[in-house]
Structures are given as C-alpha cells and as structure tokens.
C-alpha cells in the first residue's frame, strides 16, 4: 500500500492501491482507501468531498461508490508518479497500477544499436513484455516493468 508522498519515488506497476482480489474488502472500504491514496499523492484536489459523498451513501449503493472509484481512480493516474506505460486499473475487485503495451513505441530487438529514445518494449518467444527505459547516465536501457 502507498503509506507516504514523495514526489521522487515511482508506485510500481502492479502495486495494489485498494480492494482485494480475494473478495474481503467491501465497496465502502475500497472506495475509502482509494480516496486516502489520493490524499497521499497530490496537493491539487481536497478529497474531503468524496469522503462526504461516500458518507451519504447506502452499504447498497454501489453505483455511487463505483463512480467516485472511477473519478478518484482518473485523479491519481493523472497525478501519481506511475511508470511509464502504466494505468489505474480495477482488475479483480482491486484498483491496481497496470501496465499497458504503447502499440507505438519500437520493439527494443529492432532499434540499431545507436538508438536512444526514450522507451522501448520487448516481447521474447514465450509473449512476456518489458519495458526498458533509456537512461543516458548508464548509456543503456534499464527495465521499468515486465509482465508474463
């Protein structure tokens, strides 16, 4: 879980931010701890509104709670530092960061060896994908993320 803001320190791709997979959060609970994580990453938004919404809401009121996970959600993929290539997605019952493959971006195996833009994927012969960040300090690309 995301416990402190700082401006230097990416969330990870695949960090759960609130929910549970397993099904033992409640939508309240959920929508709660999505609107703290919120809270932790950025300055912008007082989230003592949705606090307030989510207050007025029936346990059975899981439209309203969904809508406020959406706009909450849209918030902090727009002003978290998230990795490259990634979204705030809910899979499973969890709101997680979820990397997304940029049909855009070059594959890293067909770039000629003086490239050195920005990001470039890879998928090997069993379809994992990996995303490798130039950083001109090491003068080589370093994964951000990968996933099977």
């Known amino acids: ?5 700082n401006e230097f320190e990416t969330i990870s791709a695949f960090e759960s931010l609130a929910g549970s997979s397993s099904g033992t959060w409640t939508d309240r609970e959920t929508t709660a701890e999505l609107i703290r994580v919120l809270d932790l990453v950025q300055n912008q938004i007082s989230t003592a509104e949705y606090y307030q919404d989510l207050a007025k809401c029936s346990d059975d009121d899981t439209q309203t709670m969904y809508e ?18 990634c979204s705030v997605t809910l899979q499973d019952n969890e709101w997680q960061v979820i ?22 994927y890879q998928v090997n012969d069993h379809g994992n ?15 951000v993320w990968a996933m099977v």
């Open 68 to 85: 406020i996970q959406q706009e909450v959600a849209g918030h902090i993929e727009y002003y978290a530092p998230l990795p490259d290539c």
């Open 1 to 5: 879980m995301i416990t402190a803001k």
């Open 129 to 143: 994908v990996s995303l490798y960040k130039w950083h001109p300090n090491f003068r080589e690309y370093r994964e």
């Open 99 to 120: 990397p997304y493959i940029d049909e855009d971006l070059p594959r890293l195996e067909d770039i000629p060896e003086t490239y050195t833009e920005d990001l470039v």
